[in-house]
């Protein structure tokens, strides 16, 4: 959409939101919109949402090892949907839906994703 992709800006506000007011912190919406489009095979390959994931938990993790008190993330989106400016136009989810059929796949980010949120927190 022409935003720009700065992870360190949601490290500095978590920590900045913690320093100001000492309350716990969730990450309600945090996510990416891209072209994704169903491959040949079936599968929809989005490095670009992979890559912002990482990068954004990564930041917020950092922002709590600094002392911010975060309690929850969440994905904008779990399935693609309408965008009120650009339609069906731009994807944000981890889940593809083709509208006409209103089939679901999980892309590779979900799996992605689904491997981050499993794995052991240190």
């Known amino acids: 959409m022409g935003w720009p992709i700065q992870p360190q800006a949601l490290r500095d506000e978590l920590l900045r939101v913690h320093q100001c007011y000492r309350l716990p ?23 670009q949402r992979i890559d912002f994931l990482q990068s954004h938990t990564q930041a917020m993790r950092n922002a709590m090892t ?34 006409p059929t209103q089939r679901r796949i999980p892309k590779a980010s979900a799996y992605w994703y689904s491997k981050l949120i499993r794995a052991p927190q240190n």
């Open 25 to 47: 912190i969730y990450v309600t919406e945090n996510g990416i919109a891209t072209d994704d489009k169903l491959g040949e095979t079936g599968q929809i390959l989005d490095p």
């Open 66 to 99: 600094a002392g911010a008190d975060v309690r929850g993330y969440f994905v904008w989106s779990l399935l693609d949907n309408f965008e009120w400016t650009l339609g069906y136009s731009k994807r944000f989810g981890l889940v593809y839906v083709d509208y």
